[in-house]
């Protein structure tokens, strides 16, 4: 089949075809004289063209078929017949695919073109109808009955109106850039009027279907009077472009050059009136494949007709559309769904997470009840610990083990009310809040959103956000979540919240009655060893662009590390020591030095610095100083408590920067000694007569609480005996005028700190044994705990004999 595109005027002019239409004629002639025997005619398929007489066309020909007809009618000087199709779609036309009217034409020359097609510059010669066709293989043949032009009888009324299409013609050539200057050249040449009204059919600007019926026209006079109209209506729509083109430039100056395009566009959509109507198109076709409610239906139709109602130009048509984009963007009853393989789930949590027994039991606690209904709203955790314990990174593991996505959502140093419930989208630059941007980044209803931080909320000029995490964070009332921006309720109650913070003391009491609270406390030196090798040195070595080969720390090198070079609850600075370690491998790397990939303790301490003291023997070892355990934002701690007799009045004294209730703590602890000076063996004498300063180091931090009581009690009598206490205990527990020991908070992170510190043996309250029976008993494998009640019993075991 042939191939061509429509012919312009650059291919008339450029390619060497302002042929004399006289000589043409002439030679026409000739060959028609010589072909008038010819009874059966080739028909040359073409698409988006249509051949008239008299005029000169190149016909680019692709297909084998349509090759070998031309080189076949122009060996035999055959003329041929070239009809249009009906369907430019179809590759392989049949007879029913064609008109029935074409246009006869002579092969003037053909050329062969670089990559196997063909040119043929033909010539039309007469309009013709096919009779019948005889063949169709190897291409078609017909026989035809040849059509005779009727000239119009008003001579002068056709020659005024092809003037007036000749003038129209020139007039559109200088209207539309895309016709070359030479179109102007013929136009203005053609001296016969059947010559120009063919030419113009044949190069306007018309469909092949409006071609096609000016072809069938036989009446000249009807053919002129179809072209003119079809031109004026090309006419209109180039002047129309233009005034468009021409109001865009008027409205263009040197500060809005780069709006250009914009202008250009917003001047089409005032003309053709379809600005917003794109807009209510695109957000109705992104509603229909939303499920959500009828309520929110019947809201999302309203605030379309308002936007409907609006100027395009106009702000609030932008604040609306906005609006109505992230209204589209929100997973409405969108939910993924949830997997309940909890044996699946446990191995997720395990492989990501060693140790957090607590928060992965109930993880699958959730799990499990999930299964069982099928149908339950979504626990509400948080996770309470030091830092570096894997509170944030457990929410990743969660998510996975769930199958559900996972969002983040940082607190810390949230001031704006508006950040959690968005602004009113009057507001300019207003948006929605960070729990409804989170539900729009996951695509789903029920993510699961780690509200990281929680207890580092401010509080500003903006209103109190933690007050608004009330409503997000109550399963009785997140199904219909207010959002500022939305306008709406949401329903969170699908959504799995995981909170995590270092210390509740700043958490106001409703929104901490309102979570779960899981306290995740730190690592024991086995923990943070098997935490090493399976995850953080792995990490660094692919950070640091280094193989598996490349270092080794075996159990006693990162025992070591943990030990000597770190003093934490979680593993966070274990890993910066780790990546140290990682950093100078590399740097042996990168200089071709020779190392040995098993780093020992001593090339540890080479690069890690001097390691700290690990005894506590030298500064426990004299009278008046005792180990005390304490629980801080980052962990537990231990504390020493020094003590120091001086000449006096009895006089008590306290540095360290000690908040009030430690120091009525060592008041208490003065006045108990005093009373029960005989069954403490002390004098009475030394008591009146000496001055005791009581100081606890590290005096640039601040200390408060009465868990010192006992440790303070055991210091100021131990300095009045002037017996040291034992170097390897340590102790926690309030104390009372009466005598008593009281239980006290953080008992975990205060064992575990101890047992980091290398304490060996501890003295609690008995009413703290339910607290240690808790902790895993391999924490406490190292520790050897005493139970008391009562003071003396902690001199008693406290004091060397």
Known sequence: MTEFDDL???????????????????????????????KIFPILPVRNMVMFPKVVIPITAGREKSIKLLEDAQKNNELIGIISQNNSSIENPTENDLYKTGTLAKIIKIIKLPEGNVTAITRGFQRFTVKKFTESKPYFKAEISKLKEVNSKKTE??????????????????????????????????????????????????SPAEKQKLLEEKHLMNRAQKCYELMHNDFRKLELRNQIHQKTNRELDKSQREYFLNQQMRAIQEELGGGPESDVEELLQKAKKLNWSEEVENHFQKEINRLQRQNPNSPDYNVQRNYLDFFTELP???????????????????????????????????????????NMKSPILCLVGPPGVGKTSLGKSVADALGRKYVRVSLGGLHDESEIRGHRKTYIGAMAGRILQSIKKAGTSNPVIVLDEIDKIGQGIHGDPSSALLEVLDPEQNNSFYDNFL?????????????????????????????????????????????????????????????????KLGNPELKHIIDAHTSESGVRGLEKQIASVARWVA??????????????????????????PKSLSEITGVPGVVTGLAWTQVGGDILFIESILSEGKGNLSMTGN??????????????????????????????????????VPEGATPKDGPSAGIAMLTSIVSSFKNKKVKSHLAMTGEITLRGKVLPVGGIKEKLLAAARAGITE????????????????????????????????????????
């Open 8 to 38: 312009n005027f650059d291919e008339m002019m450029d390619d060497g075809f302002s042929i004399v239409a006289e000589e043409i004629n002439i030679a026409d002639v000739m060959e028609a004289s010589q072909n008038t025997e010819q």
């Open 157 to 206: 009324e056709y020659a005024a109106l092809l003037e007036n299409i000749k003038d129209l013609a020139l007039k559109i050539v200088d209207l539309d850039p895309n016709i070359p200057n030479a179109a102007n050249f013929a136009i203005k040449n053609m001296s016969d009027n059947e010559d120009l009204l063919n030419f113009i059919c044949t190069n306007a600007n018309f």
């Open 332 to 374: 409405w009853e969108s939910y993924s769904k949830d997997i309940f393989d909890i044996s699946k789930a446990e191995k997720v949590l395990d492989k990501a997470h060693f140790g957090l027994e607590d928060i992965k039991k109930r993880i699958l606690e959730h799990m499990a009840v999930l299964k069982l209904k099928n």
């Open 487 to 551: 306008e709406m309720g949401y329903d969170l109650s699908k959504v799995m919240f995981i909170a995590t913070a270092n210390s509740l003391s700043t958490v106001q009491r409703p929104l901490l009655d309102r979570m779960e609270i899981i306290e995740i406390a730190g690592y024991t030196l086995e923990e943070k060893v098997e935490i090493a090798k399976r995850h953080l040195i792995k990490k660094q070595q692919e950070e640091n662009g280094l193989d598996t080969k490349s270092f």
């Open 587 to 612: 740097l042996q790397t990168a200089l071709e030095n020779e190392y040995n990939p098993k780093i020992t303790i001593d090339k540890i301490d080479e690069i890690l610095g001097v390691p700290r």
């Open 658 to 695: 000690l908040g009030t209730v430690m120091k009525e703590s060592a008041t208490i602890a003065l006045e108990y000694i005093k009373a029960k000076h005989d069954e403490l063996g002390i004098s009475s004498e030394d008591i009146q007569k000496k001055n005791i300063h009581v100081h």
């Open 762 to 801: 501890i003295i609690l309250c008995e009413a703290n044994r339910k607290d240690v029976e808790e902790i895993k008993k391999d924490y406490l494998k190292t520790l050897k705990i005493n139970y008391v009640n009562r003071m003396s019993e902690v001199i008693e075991l406290a004091i060397e004999k």
